[in-house]
């Protein structure tokens, strides 16, 4: 069964950061793309970054702000979000699929984590 269970989420100020955790069970690193996404009320779900073994991919909006890792060996994914601004905020996703790691859109059968709220002030 697979299991994401995202935290790490709060309010910051414009210009702070925020360190999200995904800890997962029953997937398999070496099958699945791993990533973020994140949606505002009303919205729809967008990519955000994701990653491959080592290959990682953003999204133009947080490139050079945000940076995602991984630990297959700790089953653990990681985003690191530096310099957020209002625009950040968002309820944000872990997410596992197969297919276009670079996916800016879901994929059918992804498996998400129950999410983790991001406010960001001005």
């Known amino acids: 069964q697979v299991r994401l269970l995202d935290s790490g989420g709060g309010s910051v100020q414009s210009g702070g950061s925020l360190r999200l955790s995904c800890k997962t069970s029953?997937?398999?690193?070496?099958?699945?793309?791993m990533g973020w996404f994140r949606q505002n009320p009303g919205k729809e779900r967008e990519g955000v970054a994701g990653?491959?073994?080592?290959?990682?991919y953003y999204a133009d909006s947080v490139r050079g702000r945000f940076a995602i890792s991984q630990n297959g060996t700790m089953n653990t994914v990681h985003l690191q979000m530096n310099n957020l601004k209002p625009e950040d905020t968002a309820m944000y996703y872990c997410?596992?699929?197969?297919?276009?790691?670079?996916?800016?859109?879901?994929?059918?059968?992804?498996?998400w984590g129950q999410g983790t709220q991001v406010t960001v002030s001005s």
């Open positions: 990653s491959y073994v080592t290959r990682t």
């Open positions: 029953g997937v398999s690193y070496s099958l699945y793309c």
């Open positions: 997410a596992a699929w197969r297919g276009d790691c670079a996916a800016r859109v879901p994929v059918e059968n992804t498996f």
